[in-house]
């Protein structure tokens, strides 16, 4: 019951071969695993390669059967040794031709080529002597080499069932960062992919899709099979609703939503027109927030390729000071909407959101102005000279608290839709706002190294 791993690695070579001491054509003696590993393997590392034999494979507790069908399968390159009749590299051969595997042949000399694959591949002979040995070695470098340089695609192994979507519930096999593979638990033999395009329309797409699944998890979807393969998809027979929900949902317009769930991520929404958004607890328990309840929130942004819709409370009326920091804002033709904004030589704390040594800017999110949609602009110029030390260390991190001073605020010129606040830092003797100090182990310009990093 053997099937395909998703992956193939083009560095491994696999050998099939006997093992140990044997009586060879010519009735002398020779041990395979001194073979092996002082020849066969030696040109394959002198290569920059991998090798690899079932026996040998680090830490492996497969069956001799399971661990040569996936050394045969992960293999970019199979070399068969065929100096001795042995039904498992017999075996191992017919699997490489049956996965359209690049693969080599190789045998000592006086032993003969089983009649069926003659004609079908070209050996290379080899005799266990001094002059034998190297000149062996050097015709399978040129093997592996042009083998390496072919481009045929190998042969995928999937069930002739006649059916070429099948609705299931898939158990998680294993993950990576950028797919899962799955088994129907209904029927191990069909397995395949997903991957984050083939997650549901309505879930906002993970960076790292270990942190979503975890393995023996189980997933609901579709098994589609065709030319390329079998795959499972969570989105198959479904209409896109992305550029709908990127009409409906303009920066700054306003939308009724309602509670479908609260937990540890916070409180989640979904939106009138359709799709899906994420309100912090803080805010969700400010107001007295329970599943079904119903609010207005304002659109920040649409994110159609990571699919996310960042959305904020709009049930209260502004204060004088946000007020009088209102600007508009045109999302298009027809509707301006309004935007507030900090005031220049207002000071603030802020959290490092990324920081840019290549292009001499860190971008900081202001406490208080989750609204704008976007982070602030610290250029390296406007730090303080501690501060501008660690930078170019390379030393500020995402998390770093700082205190910061605004020097402009005002919609960009090149995106009407976009704000942007730039900022300097504030050294400490000057510090003037009120509000919480950073927190305890939290770096900032005269603190340096926090205790997180220390550790």
Same mark, same amino acid.
């Given at each position: 019951?053997?099937?395909?791993?998703?992956?193939?690695?083009?560095?491994?070579?696999?050998?099939?071969?006997?093992?140990?001491?044997?009586?060879?054509?010519?009735?002398?003696?020779?041990?395979?695993?001194?073979?092996?590993?002082?020849?066969?393997?030696?040109?394959?590392?002198?290569?920059?390669?991998?090798?690899?034999?079932?026996?040998c494979?680090?830490?492996?507790m497969?069956?001799?059967?399971?661990?040569?069908?996936?050394g045969?399968?992960?293999?970019?390159?199979?070399?068969?040794?065929?100096?001795?009749?042995?039904?498992?590299?017999?075996?191992?051969?017919?699997?490489?031709?049956?996965?359209?595997?690049r693969?080599?042949?190789?045998?000592?000399?006086?032993?003969?080529?089983?009649?069926?694959?003659?004609?079908?591949?070209?050996?290379?002979?080899?005799?266990?002597?001094?002059?034998g040995?190297?000149?062996?070695?050097a015709?399978?470098?040129l093997?592996?080499?042009?083998?390496r340089?072919?481009?045929?695609?190998?042969?995928?192994?999937?069930?002739?069932?006649?059916?070429?979507?099948?609705?299931?519930?898939?158990?998680?096999?294993?993950?990576?960062?950028?797919?899962?593979?799955?088994?129907?638990?209904?029927?191990?033999?069909?397995?395949?992919?997903?991957?984050?395009?083939?997650?549901?329309?309505?879930?906002?797409?993970?960076?790292?899709?270990?942190?979503?699944?975890r393995?023996?998890?189980?997933?609901?979807?579709?098994?589609?099979?065709?030319?390329?393969?079998?795959?499972?998809?969570?989105r198959?027979?479904?209409?896109n609703?992305?550029?709908?929900?990127?009409?409906?949902?303009?920066?700054?317009?306003?939308a009724?939503?309602?509670?479908?769930?609260?937990?540890?991520?916070?409180?989640?929404?979904?939106?009138?027109?359709?799709?899906?958004?994420?309100?912090?607890?803080a805010?969700? *328990? $400010?107001?007295?927030?329970?599943? !079904?309840?119903?609010v #207005? @929130?304002? =659109? &920040? +942004?649409?994110d159609?390729?990571?699919?996310?819709?960042?959305?904020?409370?709009?049930?209260?009326?502004?204060?004088?000071?946000?007020?009088?920091?209102?600007?508009?804002a045109?999302?298009?033709?027809?509707?301006?909407?309004?935007?507030?904004?900090p005031?220049?030589?207002?000071?603030?704390?802020?959290?490092?959101?990324?920081?840019?040594?290549?292009?001499?800017?860190?971008?900081?999110?202001?406490?208080?102005?989750?609204?704008?949609?976007?982070?602030?602009?610290?250029?390296?110029?406007?730090?303080?000279?501690?501060l501008?030390?660690?930078? *170019? $260390?390379?030393?500020?991190a995402? !998390?770093?608290?700082? #205190? @910061?001073e =605004? &020097? +402009?605020?005002?919609?960009?010129?090149?995106d009407?839709?976009?704000?942007?606040?730039?900022?300097?830092?504030?050294?400490?003797?000057?510090?003037?706002?009120?509000?919480?100090?950073?927190?305890?182990?939290?770096?900032?310009?005269?603190?340096?190294?926090?205790?997180?990093?220390?550790?």
């Amino acid at each position: 019951m053997l099937t395909r791993g998703p992956a193939v690695d083009d560095e491994l070579v696999f050998f099939a071969m006997p093992y140990g001491e044997r009586t060879l054509p010519n009735g002398e003696d020779a041990d395979f695993d001194v073979l092996y590993e002082r020849y066969f393997a030696e040109v394959v590392r002198s290569m920059g390669l991998t090798p690899e034999r079932a026996d040998c494979m680090p830490g492996t507790m497969e069956s001799p059967l399971s661990a040569a069908w996936n050394g045969v399968d992960r293999a970019g390159v199979v070399v068969i040794d065929l100096s001795l009749p042995s039904t498992s590299v017999s075996m191992e051969l017919g699997w490489a031709m049956a996965l359209h595997k690049r693969a080599i042949v190789i045998h000592h000399e006086g032993e003969a080529l089983p009649t069926n694959i003659v004609g079908q591949v070209r050996a290379i002979k080899y005799r266990c002597d001094m002059t034998g040995l190297p000149d062996m070695q050097a015709a399978l470098r040129l093997a592996i080499e042009e083998a390496r340089r072919q481009s045929t695609p190998e042969m995928d192994l999937r069930p002739r069932t006649g059916v070429r979507d099948v609705e299931a519930i898939a158990e998680v096999v294993w993950t990576a960062a950028d797919h899962i593979y799955v088994r129907d638990v209904q029927n191990e033999l069909r397995t395949g992919v997903m991957r984050r395009t083939d997650m549901d329309y309505l879930e906002a797409l993970p960076d790292d899709m270990t942190k979503r699944f975890r393995e023996h998890g189980r997933v609901r979807g579709v098994f589609v099979t065709d030319e390329n393969g079998t795959r499972f998809s969570q989105r198959h027979g479904k209409t896109n609703p992305w550029p709908s929900f990127e009409m409906a949902y303009r920066r700054g317009a306003l939308a009724r939503a309602k509670v479908v769930q609260i937990n540890r991520g916070g409180c989640f929404v979904e939106l009138e027109e359709g799709g899906k958004s994420r309100l912090s607890m803080a805010a969700a *328990e $400010a107001v007295g927030l329970d599943r !079904g309840s119903e609010v #207005r @929130v304002r =659109v &920040l +942004s649409v994110d159609p390729v990571r699919q996310r819709i960042e959305v904020t409370l709009a049930d209260r009326t502004p204060t004088a000071g946000e007020a009088s920091r209102m600007v508009l804002a045109p999302n298009d033709a027809e509707r301006r909407t309004a935007v507030a904004l900090p005031r220049s030589g207002e000071q603030y704390q802020g959290t490092v959101t990324s920081s840019v040594c290549e292009r001499g800017f860190a971008l900081v999110a202001l406490d208080g102005w989750t609204e704008m949609g976007q982070p602030a602009i610290l250029h390296v110029s406007r730090m303080t000279a501690q501060l501008r030390e660690r930078f *170019e $260390a390379g030393a500020v991190a995402k !998390g770093d608290r700082l #205190r @910061v001073e =605004v &020097l +402009s605020a005002a919609l960009s010129p090149r995106d009407p839709e976009r704000v942007e606040v730039r900022l300097r830092e504030v050294p400490a003797n000057t510090w003037t706002a009120a509000g919480t100090a950073p927190e305890p182990g939290t770096p900032t310009s005269e603190t340096g190294t926090s205790e997180r990093q220390a550790a």
